[in-house]
């Protein structure tokens, strides 16, 4: 079963990943509420995937997913963006984002990216 840390700023937007994932077999190890707060829980909890948001206090996703991605070069982040975020998802998919959720999004959307990771 492959573990996942949910990374977003806003809680019910947490819930809403995690009971998606969760109904499709997925396990949520963890949550994050920035990039700073990400990268810790990365190093503490080592998970299969991190699904992060772009827009974030304190952190910012783009920075937060660099931060992991230097600990861990093989990290498999997925990036969750509000629509209008085209240049910042284009931005991080060149530093080393697997692929990207847009918000508000489907059930199926996220569960296909999910399964796009090896």
């Known amino acids: 079963m492959k573990?996942?840390?949910v990374v977003d700023?806003?809680?019910f937007m947490r819930i809403s990943i995690k009971n998606t994932i969760t109904k499709h077999g997925y396990e949520v190890c963890g949550e994050a509420e920035n990039g700073a707060v990400a990268l810790l829980?990365?190093?503490?909890?080592?998970p299969d995937i991190v699904t992060m948001d772009i827009t974030m206090p304190e952190m910012d996703g783009l920075t937060g997913l660099k931060q992991i991605l230097s600990h861990d070069p093989k990290a498999n982040?997925?990036?969750?963006?509000a629509m209008g975020q085209e240049s910042m998802v284009r931005e991080a998919i060149m530093a080393g984002a697997k692929g990207f959720i847009v918000k508000p999004f489907k059930e199926d959307s996220i569960i296909s990216a999910l399964n796009s990771i090896g």
């Open 3 to 5: 573990r996942v840390l």
């Open 9 to 11: 700023d806003a809680a």
């Open 41 to 46: 829980r990365y190093k503490e909890l080592s």
């Open 77 to 81: 982040v997925l990036m969750v963006s």
